[in-house]
């Protein structure tokens, strides 16, 4: 059974399109999140959520918005695509937001925008 | 600022060991991850340390020494399969993850 899953895996796109990705976690865990894995391979984090609240929202542009239906998915829909947007981007769960909880990482989603 | 140092890449032989460190500056200290993470894959844990010593779990021991900053991942008997990135994380004093760039190492027959 896959514990944190993404979809899609693969996302090629054009400038200026808007995307989605969607994240579901099945390990019954209160928070999610959401990284970016740029080229140089430096995980940031983007968004975090406990509960269906949001807890973390890092600089991220505002064209990024997080959505989170109930606390087993995330969803992350992209407007307005730009070619820095190329990246894989990770989601995550962990027991509770407290920290010291380990992250569960799905498999990622590469996302090239021509 | 934050910052966390990693070595960039490492080599070492098959059947070898090697110490990959990590040094940290953060704002307080809550605890310090290791996560493996092979090459188009997600990472995945490997140790958590929130008290100074060594922390070993089959062929990967971590270290931590808070008063310096410092931890290092130790692997042992090393396999190719050992060939991956390691990522150092740093828990701060509000409780977020704060992510090394990571330590790409490559294991040589």
């Known amino acids: 059974d896959t514990a944190v899953s993404q979809t899609p895996k693969y996302l090629v796109t054009q400038m200026g399109n808007d995307k989605s990705i969607k994240c579901e976690q099945n390990?019954?865990?209160?928070?999610m999140y959401w990284y970016k894995q740029d080229s140089k391979k430096f995980l940031k984090i983007m968004f975090s959520?406990?509960?269906?609240?949001?807890?973390i929202n890092e600089t991220v542009p505002n064209r990024f918005s997080p959505k989170s239906p109930d606390k087993a998915h995330l969803n992350l829909h992209i407007n307005s695509l730009e070619l820095g947007d190329s990246a894989v981007y990770f989601c995550?769960?962990?027991?509770?937001?407290?920290?010291?909880?380990?992250?569960?990482f799905g498999p990622g989603t590469r996302l090239t925008v021509l | 600022g934050q910052n966390i140092d990693q070595p960039t890449e490492m080599t070492a032989t098959e059947g070898a060991i090697v110490q990959i460190n990590c040094t940290y500056q953060?704002?307080?200290?809550?605890?310090l991850f290791w996560y493996q993470q092979h090459a188009g894959e997600a990472p995945t844990f490997l140790s958590y340390?929130?008290l100074d010593g060594l922390e070993e779990k089959g062929r990967f021991s971590s270290f931590l020494s808070r008063s310096k900053g410092y931890s290092y991942l130790l692997l042992k008997e090393l396999q190719m399969k050992d060939s991956a990135s390691y990522l150092c994380?740093?828990?701060?004093?509000?409780?977020?993850?704060?992510w090394g760039a990571g330590t790409k190492l490559i294991i040589k027959p």
């Open positions: 995550a769960s962990s027991q509770t937001s407290g920290g010291t909880d380990t992250q569960y």
């Open positions: 390990l019954g865990h209160d928070t």
């Open positions: 959520y406990n509960n269906k609240e949001l807890i």
């Open positions: 953060t704002s307080g200290f809550n605890g």
């Open positions: 340390n929130v």
């Open positions: 994380a740093v828990i701060d004093s509000n409780y977020q993850l704060i």
